[in-house]
């Protein structure tokens, strides 16, 4: 979905910045009831990866789209969003990049069709 220039779509844009947004605070907040401390590493600037790296759960990508993680977790088995297994029981890890692609597709398809 990248434009000529090598930019990014502003409906793309508008997705991804939000789900970006909510996946850092959904970590520090994991991380502090977990008992970690601040998400600091150590001096002082905050763990904040770019969106174009941003890896995310399942459960976290639910959490931010109102969908549900198995939904999710077809959507990777499938294919239609950029996904690896991770971990010793395979979970499935999205990319933040190819979910809010997927969601902002989705959106402007339900806009067409209204």
Do not use: C
Not at 9 to 25: D, F, G, T, Y
Not at 83 to 106: F, N, Q
């Amino acid at each position: 979905m990248k434009l000529r220039d090598g930019g990014a779509p502003q409906s793309l844009l508008e997705v991804v910045a939000p789900i970006h947004r909510a996946a850092i605070e959904f970590r520090e907040e994991m991380q502090v009831s977990a008992g970690s401390g601040t998400g600091e590493d150590g001096n002082g600037s905050g763990t904040r990866s770019s969106v174009v790296t941003e890896r995310l759960t399942t459960q976290e990508a639910a959490q931010l789209t109102g969908l549900t993680d198995g939904y999710w977790r077809r959507l990777a088995r499938r294919g239609d969003v950029t996904a690896s297994r991770s971990g010793r029981r395979g979970e499935w890890v999205l990319d933040g990049s190819s979910v809010a692609a997927w969601v902002a597709d989705r959106r402007d398809r339900h806009r067409e069709a209204a």
